[in-house]
């Protein structure tokens, strides 16, 4: 079956401007993941979604960043008034449910380049 | 807040000799462990798990990691590396009560020449 996929996997954008990221989770997938990646780090938790509501949006670094998960599928990242420091390859996982122990399954990725 | 630490940023060695990738956590009550390996362009996949019982994990691809509570570590280790092995490492941990959210130690980039 299809994994985890991310659309687009290059975004170029100027500072200032407006961007969406998009998340495809596994198939049945309940829980959905969104993290943040910097040159040299690791992961950066950023979100979590349980089907459509965000249960733990803690990791969300201000409030030009916010995410969506309408119909507990697909979901959305999106970053308002972008600067520099957004730059980054930001993650999706999902899992079938939302405990501690289930496998989280990452996607390729969206590398994000702020000018 | 939770916190993982992975001691070597990068770790050299040749194809066939053993490795060792260092992971310590911030003590918690109940935590969960898991190690990921990141191959050149391709996304994250999971290696091992420790969730309860044995401390002793068994990956895939011959890798492995034992828990110690009272050190607080998760050491990942393969007795031969191959230079397919060549990758990066991330030990992640999460906490009992806190959904799934995974915090991420700094990455191990393992390098193996023949």
């Known amino acids: 079956g299809a994994g985890v996929s991310q659309t687009p996997s290059n975004k170029v954008t100027e500072k200032g401007k407006y961007v969406e990221l998009r998340c495809d989770p596994i198939?049945?997938?309940?829980?959905l993941y969104w993290y943040r990646q910097s040159l040299g780090q690791g992961p950066e938790f950023l979100i979590y979604f349980q089907g459509t509501g965000a249960a733990d949006d803690s990791g969300l670094p201000n409030d030009r960043f916010f995410a969506v998960r309408p119909e507990g599928s697909v979901s959305t990242l999106k970053i308002q008034r972008t600067e520099r420091g957004d730059s980054a390859v930001y993650l999706c996982?999902?899992?079938?449910?939302?405990?501690?122990?289930?496998?989280?399954?990452f996607g390729p990725g969206t590398r994000l380049t702020v000018l | 807040a939770q916190s993982v630490t992975q001691l070597d940023s990068q770790v050299p060695v040749f194809e066939e000799a053993p490795v060792e990738l260092r992971c310590n956590y911030s003590?918690?009550?109940?935590?969960?462990l898991f190690w990921y390996v990141q191959y050149p362009n391709q996304g994250l996949q999971l290696l091992l798990k420790?969730?309860?019982?044995?401390?002793l994990v068994k990956g895939i691809n011959g890798f492995e990691a034992e828990f110690n509570k009272s050190q607080t570590s998760f050491h990942l280790r393969k007795p031969s590396v191959h230079i397919s092995d060549t990758a990066e490492y991330f030990c992640?941990?999460?906490?009992?009560?806190?959904?799934?959210?995974?915090?991420f130690g700094q990455g191990t980039e393992l390098s193996v020449k023949p």
């Open positions: 420790y969730l309860s019982g044995s401390t």
């Open positions: 003590s918690s009550v109940s935590v969960y």
């Open positions: 992640a941990v999460s906490d009992l009560g806190q959904g799934g959210k995974l915090i």
């Open positions: 996982a999902s899992s079938q449910s939302r405990g501690n122990t289930d496998t989280q399954y």
């Open positions: 198939s049945g997938h309940t829980a």
